[in-house]
C-alpha cells in the first residue's frame, strides 16, 4: 500500500507527451493519408491507442499528444474517442499541432525539436517529471513503476528497454548497462550491435521511451537546439550525450513493468505491422487485447454486429483463428487466420487466409486470398486471386522482403482519396 501512494504521488507530478507527428515512410502507402499513429491495428484500434491506455491505467492524466504530418484523421480520433477524462479534476488531453516559428519555416527537425518547439507550452504546466512516448509503438506497460525507478535511482533520464534478436537490433538504439542498471553506452542504429553478455543472440534495445527530470530536459534541450550539427533527435543526439557526459541515465526493463509478460512491437514497417496484427490472433497471444484487467480503450465505431450468412447445402461459413469485427458480413466464405476491421463484407465463395483486411473492404464473389494485408476501403472484384503467384501480384501491388502482399485502392484502379476509417457501410454521416 505503501508502495502505491508512493507511485500514484509521482503519477501526479507527471505530464507525458506523446509524439505523433510523423509520416512513418517504411509503412508506405499505409500513411499516404494518414500519420502512423492513427493507422487501425488489431481489429478496431489504433496504433495510438496502446500508449494512451498505458497512460490512464498508469494513472497519468495529464497529456499532450504532438502532431505533425497528415493529423486530421489522427486529431479526430483523438477529439471523438477520447473524450473520457474529466478535466473537473484535473485530467487533460492537450493536441499541439507543429508551429513553424517566425524566425524558422522549418517543421519539426527530430523527436527532440518537436518538444523543444513546444516548451513554451509545456513549461505554463510546472510538471516535475516528463514522460516521453512514441504514439507508433503496440505494448502494455506500467509507466508508474518506470517512474519509481527513476525517482528510486534518482535518474535524470531513465529509458525503457527490451531485449531483442540481434539480428533486429540495428534497427534501434543498442545499449550497455552496468550492474545497477545504469547505461554505460548508447549507439543509436548500429551497424553492429553489440549482443548482452550473458546473451549473445540478443541485444538490449531502446523503446524510445524516456522519464525526464523536466528541469533536465528544459535544459537539454535548450543546449541541443543551439548546436549546428545535431539532428535534434533523441535517440541520435539526447541521450548519447547524456551518457557520454556521466549523467544518470537509467534502464527500465519492459519486463519489470509489464502487466502480464512483456510484449513491444515497433510496427514501423509494413512486414511488422501485418506480424504484429497476426500475433493477435494465436489462441494465447502475448499482446492480449482481451484481458479485462488491462483493457485497450478506443473510439468505437458505431454500427451493427458481424453477421455470418448460410445460403443452403453448399453454402455456410467456416471461421479458423479469426478476429472479426463490428459491421461486417460474411457470406458461404472460409476465413483463416484472418483478421477484418469494421464494416468490411465478404460474399459467398471466398477463401481467405492470413489476410488483414483494414476497415471498409469488399470481397466480392469467389475472390482467393492469402497471405496479404488490404488498406481501408479495398473493392475486391468478383474472381481476384492474390497471394498465388508473386510474379502476377508484383505487376498490380506491392510485395514486401516476406512476402506479404499489400494492396489499395489505388492499385486497384479505384478513386484514391483521404476516406476517414469510420467513413463505412453504415456510418456515412461520419465522412468529412
Known sequence: MAQSRYVSRLTRQTQALILAGGRGSRLRMLTDWRAKPAVPFGGQFRIIDFALSNCLHSDIRQIAVLTQYKSHSLIRHLMMGWNRLNTDYGDMLDIIPAQQWLEDENWYQGTADAVYQSLDILEAFHHRYTL???GDHIYKMDYGLMLATHARTEAQITVACHRVALAEASEFGVMEVDEDGRIIGFEEKPRHAKALPDDPEHALVSMGLYVFDSDYLHETLKRDATLADSSHDF?????????ASGHRVQAQPLEHASPGQAYWRDVGTLDAFYQANIEMLADEPVMDVHDPDWPIYTKLVQSPPAKFTDHGPQGGCL???CIVSNGCVVSDSELIQSILF??????KGC???RV??????EIGEGCRVSGALLDNGCILPPGTVIGENAAHD????HITRLGVVVVNRDMLGQERRYQPVEASHYSKSCQG
Not at 342 to 347: G, H, L, T, Y
Not at 394 to 397: A, D, G, Y
Open 132 to 134: 516521453i512516448l512514441a
Open 319 to 321: 471461421l479458423v483463428d
Open 394 to 397: 508484383r505487376q498490380r501491388f
Open 356 to 361: 488483414v483486411a483494414l476497415p471498409g473492404c
Open 342 to 347: 469494421s464494416d468490411c463484407r465478404v460474399a
Open 351 to 353: 477463401r481467405l487466409e
Open 235 to 243: 535517440g541520435k543526439d539526447i541521450i548519447p550525450h547524456a551518457v
